[in-house]
């Protein structure tokens, strides 16, 4: 039988768009070692642990008239360094420079005939960096069967394998006839997928059974939440928006909002969106949006990780349980704690009410999972109806151990969410090795002040942190 995608990955395949690509990027800024680190060394890397991952050398195939969904077939002309680039700044480069890069990167669609994945070795930083950035289809990852590329190529230890590629035959390509006849046979068998697919593939998204289909096939990660059956505010973040992107960087630290968190009494994950509901906060008034006292924001957040520090089955992280979240941002309250408290407050109770699903997969996974769990939180996100929520946060807990890529350390790791139709914002953050870090994928021309955003999200940090009693 053909290896036929999901309805859940075939959904991202006819959801994207020109405005709106389907990929989950990654930015990691590296230290380049004393012995150096160039492009053959990172193809040589990749090449090693490729067969980890064999979906990364597999590419769609579209059944003819949409009979079924479309397939995964070897690609006979896979090429490595076609999806593994080269490209620099001009030295001495700079953060903003390096942003700018990105933004345009994740403004292109993927090449459909091909894999669907890139990753981009970014030279010339200054201060002795580089930075690798990554690009996966959403299609590509389902966090079970197969991880993103940024998880194979990271180690614990700046000890270099001396295991070398391992040779592959790609299976030959089906034919037009054999798709058409295998899809047939699945008609036969299922024939409601047969009228289900082509409504899908026309861009009848939104039908309330596909997307009851489309939860249900999603592993469980979306929660029935009370909040979905009403529509979430209008406001700048949900407007048209164009193919080109703004991205945008914050950092803190994670001892911060342990303080926070031992101050409050929340959990650091409440200390986090209380952060960005003080930056959305400023952000609106900053552009002179009416805010009152009952002015929220609806977050929809993807994937929340339940804090257990007793738990060591991912090394480095905090947690086993995954579930996706609408929460009202109190964006219009002027008071930090008092914002804090209304987050902790709301996410307690979905904690409480919610279903929970363990993710077993997860659990099994080793290294560095944050990039594929924003991955999946960026799945979950594609499913919901986008006229519920108004921004996108994935928070994932990274390890707190330095991580390495051939030898050369990771500095910095920040999450690249992609933007669904209609949705100006996205924001991604990462735990790792003492530090958060929160990537801000903006449209580029609804979110024009992205990086004044960013700084804002560290300014709400520091009027949190004013609070706490010395």
């Known amino acids: 039988m053909p ?4 309805a859940v990955d075939a959904s991202f395949i ?20 004393r012995g150096g680190f160039d492009y053959d060394e990172l193809v040589g890397l990749i090449a090693q642990r490729l067969d980890m991952i064999p979906r990364y050398r597999q590419k769609v195939l579209t059944v003819p008239g949409h009979l079924a969904r479309p397939v995964w077939a070897d690609d006979p002309e896979f090429d490595l360094t076609y999806h593994v680039r080269r490209s620099a700044l001009p030295r001495p480069g700079n953060d903003e420079q390096l942003h700018e890069l990105v933004a345009r ?15 981009y070795l970014v030279e010339g930083l200054a201060r002795g960096r580089f930075a690798l950035v990554t690009k996966t289809h959403l299609a590509l990852v389902d966090g079970i069967g197969t991880i993103d590329i940024g998880q194979i190529i990271l180690d614990t230890t700046a000890q270099l ?13 089906p034919t037009q006839a054999k798709l058409v006849l295998d899809a047939i046979g699945d008609v036969v068998q299922r024939p409601r997928e047969l009228v289900e697919n082509a409504r899908s593939a026309a861009g009848d998204l939104f039908s309330s059974s596909l997307v009851q289909r489309l939860a249900d096939t999603a592993g469980g990660l979306i929660s029935a939440i009370g909040t979905a059956a009403t529509s979430a505010p209008s406001g700048p973040l949900n407007v048209r928006i164009s193919p080109q992107r703004r991205f945008a960087v914050a950092r803190t630290s994670l001892e911060d909002f342990r303080i926070l968190r031992n101050e409050h009494g929340c959990t650091v994950n409440d200390a986090v969106l209380a952060t960005l509901a003080g930056a959305l906060r400023t952000w609106l008034m900053s552009r002179g949006q009416t805010v009152t006292t009952s002015t929220t924001l609806r977050a929809l957040v993807p994937l929340a990780v339940r804090e257990d520090e007793s738990d060591t089955t991912i090394p480095g992280m905090l947690g086993n349980t995954v579930t996706a979240k609408l929460v009202d941002l109190p964006v219009g309250e002027p008071n930090a704690v008092v914002r804090l408290h209304q987050v902790s407050h709301a996410m307690r109770a979905h904690n409480d009410s919610a279903r929970k699903v363990a993710a077993n997969a997860l659990r099994r996974m080793s290294g560095f999972a944050p990039p594929t769990l924003h991955s999946l939180g960026a799945r979950a996100a594609g499913s919901f109806s986008r006229r519920i929520f108004n921004v996108v946060v994935t928070n994932v807990p990274g390890p707190q151990v330095p991580m390495y890529a051939g030898g050369a ?17 996205a924001i991604g953050v990462t735990s790792y090795d003492g530090g958060v870090y929160f990537g801000l994928n903006g449209d580029r021309d609804a979110m024009s002040d992205v990086d004044a955003l960013a700084r804002m999200v560290e300014e709400s940090l520091e009027e949190l942190l004013s609070t706490v009693r010395v």
Do not use: C, I
Request: hydrophobic fraction near 40%; glycine fraction near 4%; charge should be neutral.
């Open 14 to 33: 006819y959801l994207e768009d020109q405005a709106t690509p389907m990929h989950v990027g990654g930015v990691a800024v590296f230290r380049r070692p």
């Open 409 to 425: 350390k990771m500095m910095e790791m920040f999450p690249v969410v992609p933007l669904v139709r209609n949705q100006a914002l």
């Open 105 to 119: 990167l994740m403004s292109r669609p993927l090449d459909p005939s091909r894999p669907l994945w890139e990753a």
């Open 161 to 173: 394998s001396e295991n070398g590629e391992v040779a592959w035959t790609p299976r030959r390509e």
């Open 3 to 6: 290896d036929r995608l999901s």
